[in-house]
């Protein structure tokens, strides 16, 4: 009897030393292994939330990286900034069925035979047919011009819809709050001005130069590419531009504005190119004034609210320099097409423009970063 007992507990000590042994060496193992991995986790985690100023943006497809942080200053006032220019296709000298003012609700409320007829009819619908990020950057002595496709697709609280229809169902400040998540940039100032604006603005500076890739047919109410097919038609929507080169008013600047059918063919790219250009042309006049003209300009379009916007002739004239420095040599222009593709209609959808907001936003990582160039060493 004690001879067994002797003989079981000798095993059970070395089992029980055995096992502890074994036990020890696979803890360890699994420790340093889940510990390896947590630290390799959070170092990638840290590097995303905490990125160095050398660290590299995610790499994008036919896309550039802007240039770097020039090493001399340049001695020009005002801060680098963000704006989107929002234009509405407003035009209610064209079109007469559009929402009628509370006011006009109140009185059309009150004449019931004229209620059950015009309150119960398909209204007009005002939209954004061109939305653009324009950032000034004075330590990269560039200018930097993106169009995001009115047939955009965002998600919203009531569903997937276009960018043109948010000025509708959420307004101004929904769209600038958009295109500030779909790029990661803050945006400083909004500019919004009716379609109807621009032909004013540009019939006063006068007519500029545009090379058409397509033709384009106009006749106030309707632009498209698409050739009328009888003579009938033809001159009811008379051919406005062939492809060539033409001198456009402001006339040709609101059928290129209202040419959304561009998007129904896919030909997202070349209705941004031709909003960018028309930008350009538009600040090519402005910035050949004297600095005093352009404000006098721009204060008489804010007095006689010809535009809606955050950046008041004060801030104009306090960023006047970095502005007119649009024509300086030693800055750059250059556009950035926002990533993404289009996808035709369909029975079931319309056509619209799927974002990749993921490059979107890598596209404009090297933009978010505080950027102070050091002066040289004396």
Same mark, same amino acid.
């Given at each position: 009897?004690?001879?067994?007992?002797?003989?079981?507990?000798?095993?059970?000590?070395?089992?029980?030393?055995?096992?502890?042994?074994?036990?020890?060496?696979?803890?360890?193992?699994?420790?340093?292994?889940?510990?390896?991995?947590?630290?390799?986790?959070?170092?990638?985690?840290?590097?995303?939330?905490?990125?160095?100023?050398?660290?590299?943006?995610?790499?994008?497809?036919? /896309?550039?990286?802007?240039?770097?942080?020039?090493?001399?200053?340049?001695?020009?006032?005002?801060?680098?900034?963000?704006?989107?220019?929002?234009?509405?296709?407003?035009?209610?000298?064209?079109?007469?069925? +559009?929402?009628?003012?509370?006011?006009?609700?109140?009185?059309?409320?009150?004449?019931?035979?004229?209620?059950?007829?015009?309150?119960?009819?398909?209204?007009?619908?005002?939209?954004?047919?061109?939305?653009?990020?324009?950032?000034?950057?004075?330590?990269?002595?560039?200018?930097?011009?993106?169009?995001?496709?009115?047939?955009?697709?965002?998600?919203?609280?009531?569903?997937?819809?276009?960018?043109?229809?948010?000025?509708?169902?959420?307004?101004?400040?929904?769209?600038?709050?958009?295109?500030?998540?779909?790029?990661?940039?803050?945006?400083? +100032?909004?500019?919004?001005?009716?379609?109807?604006?621009?032909?004013?603005?540009?019939?006063?500076?006068?007519?500029?130069?545009?090379?058409?890739?397509?033709?384009?047919?106009?006749?106030?109410?309707?632009?498209?590419?698409?050739?009328?097919?009888?003579?009938?038609?033809?001159?009811?929507?008379?051919?406005?531009?062939?492809?060539?080169?033409?001198?456009?008013?402001?006339?040709?600047?609101?059928?290129?504005?209202?040419?959304?059918?561009?998007?129904?063919?896919?030909?997202?790219?070349?209705?941004?190119?031709?909003?960018?250009?028309?930008? /350009?042309?538009?600040?090519?006049?402005?910035?050949?004034?004297?600095?005093?003209?352009?404000?006098?300009?721009?204060?008489?379009?804010?007095?006689?609210?010809?535009?809606?916007?955050?950046?008041?002739?004060? *801030?104009?004239?306090?960023?006047?320099?970095?502005?007119?420095?649009?024509?300086?040599?030693?800055?750059?222009?250059?556009?950035?097409?926002?990533?993404?593709?289009?996808?035709?209609?369909?029975?079931?959808?319309?056509? +619209?423009? *799927?974002?990749?907001?993921?490059?979107?936003?890598?596209?404009?990582?090297?933009?978010?970063?505080?950027?102070?160039?050091?002066?040289?060493?004396?």
């Amino acid at each position: 009897m004690l001879s067994a007992f002797k003989n079981f507990f000798i095993t059970f000590l070395v089992a029980a030393l055995v096992f502890g042994v074994a036990a020890y060496f696979a803890t360890r193992f699994l420790t340093d292994t889940i510990t390896g991995i947590f630290e390799e986790e959070s170092d990638v985690l840290d590097s995303i939330l905490n990125p160095t100023e050398t660290a590299s943006p995610p790499e994008t497809s036919g /896309t550039e990286d802007p240039p770097p942080v020039e090493d001399d200053p340049l001695d020009i006032e005002g801060d680098s900034f963000n704006m989107v220019l929002i234009v509405t296709d407003y035009q209610p000298d064209v079109f007469s069925d +559009y929402l009628p003012t509370d006011t006009e609700l109140a009185v059309l409320a009150k004449q019931e035979e004229a209620a059950v007829g015009v309150l119960g009819a398909p209204y007009r619908r005002i939209r954004s047919c061109a939305v653009l990020l324009v950032r000034a950057d004075k330590e990269r002595r560039e200018f930097t011009l993106t169009s995001i496709p009115s047939l955009t697709r965002v998600f919203t609280a009531s569903g997937n819809q276009s960018v043109g229809d948010l000025y509708n169902l959420y307004g101004r400040d929904y769209i600038v709050s958009k295109v500030s998540a779909m790029t990661g940039l803050p945006i400083d +100032y909004y500019l919004l001005v009716n379609i109807t604006e621009v032909s004013d603005i540009v019939s006063d500076l006068g007519k500029f130069a545009m090379y058409f890739t397509h033709d384009l047919y106009f006749n106030g109410r309707v632009s498209t590419s698409v050739r009328p097919e009888t003579a009938e038609e033809l001159q009811l929507l008379p051919k406005l531009f062939g492809i060539g080169s033409y001198a456009v008013d402001g006339s040709g600047a609101t059928a290129i504005l209202m040419h959304e059918e561009a998007f129904g063919g896919g030909d997202v790219a070349t209705h941004g190119a031709e909003l960018i250009t028309m930008f /350009t042309e538009i600040m090519n006049k402005l910035t050949a004034k004297e600095a005093a003209d352009f404000i006098s300009f721009y204060e008489k379009l804010c007095d006689d609210a010809k535009i809606d916007t955050t950046f008041t002739p004060k *801030e104009l004239s306090a960023r006047i320099e970095l502005v007119m420095a649009w024509k300086d040599e030693r800055f750059h222009r250059t556009s950035l097409e926002y990533p993404g593709r289009f996808v035709p209609e369909t029975e079931e959808e319309a056509a +619209y423009y *799927e974002p990749n907001t993921t490059q979107g936003v890598a596209l404009f990582s090297n933009y978010r970063r505080v950027l102070k160039a050091e002066k040289p060493a004396a």
